[in-house]
T-cell receptor, first 116, second 117 residues
Framework: KAGVTQTPRYLIKTRGQQVTLSCSPISGHRSVSWYQQTPGQGLQFLFEYFSETQRNKGNFPGRFSGRQFSNSRSEMNVSTLELGDSALYLC???????????????FGPGTRLTVL | AQKITQTQPGMFVQEKEAVTLDCTYDTSDQSYGLFWYKQPSSGEMIFLIYQGSYDEQNATEGRYSLNFQKARKSANLVISASQLGDSAMYFCAMRESENQAGTALIFGKGTTLSVSS
């Protein structure tokens, strides 16, 4: 069974630009969550989508947005990039939303974004 | 507020030794889940083991076991017979409230494990 895939793996942008990252979940998984990882702040939850609806959102500015398509693939967008947005962006998928045990989140390899 | 604390920034062990990575958590919920992930230098987060707050027995998955002490709010990861490939960053994470919408994980700062031959 294929794992979570993320594209692109590496990205270099300049301040003020916008960027779109893509995530394809494990087949059969309907929930997709996004996390930002930086050396200073560690791993922080961005948002979660389930059945094309945002179910939960972390404490990030409105420049960070996302969406989920009917095939459960998800994209996240960051507009007006800032230097501090440089990070590893990780996507995770799980079968459902909420609950434990069977709802383990499986992560993709991440997209490393560098903002110059 | 929910919080995960990993007090060991780095741990050094030799091959075939057992190692314990510490994790304490803070939550006011009765229902929660605890997870351990491994992150090699490549960046991908690899799920290792899960423990539910109502599970009476400690979770085990191959060489990984979770020493769950609910009263002390600790969920330490034990790796038996360390291998060179175990060298990585290890994260403890928690998710609260079985009935709460969303599956957001709260992560600790991580522990870097280095295994030498």
């Amino acid at each position: 069974k294929a794992g979570v895939t993320q594209t692109p793996r590496y990205l270099i942008k300049t301040r003020g630009q916008q960027v779109t990252l893509s995530c394809s979940p494990i087949s059969g998984h309907r929930s997709v969550s996004w996390y930002q990882q930086t050396p200073g702040q560690g791993l922080q939850f961005l948002f979660e989508y389930f059945s094309e609806t945002q179910r939960n959102k972390g404490n990030f500015p409105g420049r960070f947005s996302g969406r989920q398509f009917s095939n459960s693939r998800s994209e996240m967008n960051v507009s007006t990039l800032e230097l501090g947005d440089s990070a590893l962006y990780l996507c995770a998928s799980s079968k459902t939303s909420g609950g434990f045990g069977t709802d383990t989140q499986y992560f993709g390899p991440g997209t490393r974004l560098t903002v110059l | 507020a929910q919080k995960i604390t990993q007090t060991q920034p780095g741990m050094f062990v030799q091959e075939k030794e057992a190692v314990t990575l510490d994790c304490t958590y803070d939550t006011s919920d009765q229902s929660y889940g605890l997870f351990w992930y491994k992150q090699p230098s490549s960046g991908e987060m690899i799920f290792l083991i899960y423990q539910g707050s109502y599970d009476e027995q400690n979770a085990t998955e191959g060489r990984y076991s979770l020493n769950f002490q609910k009263a002390r709010k600790s969920a330490n990861l034990v790796i038996s017979a360390s291998q060179l490939g175990d060298s990585a960053m290890y994260f403890c994470a928690m998710r609260e409230s079985e009935n709460q919408a969303g599956t957001a994980l709260i992560f600790g700062k991580g522990t870097t494990l280095s295994v030498s031959s």
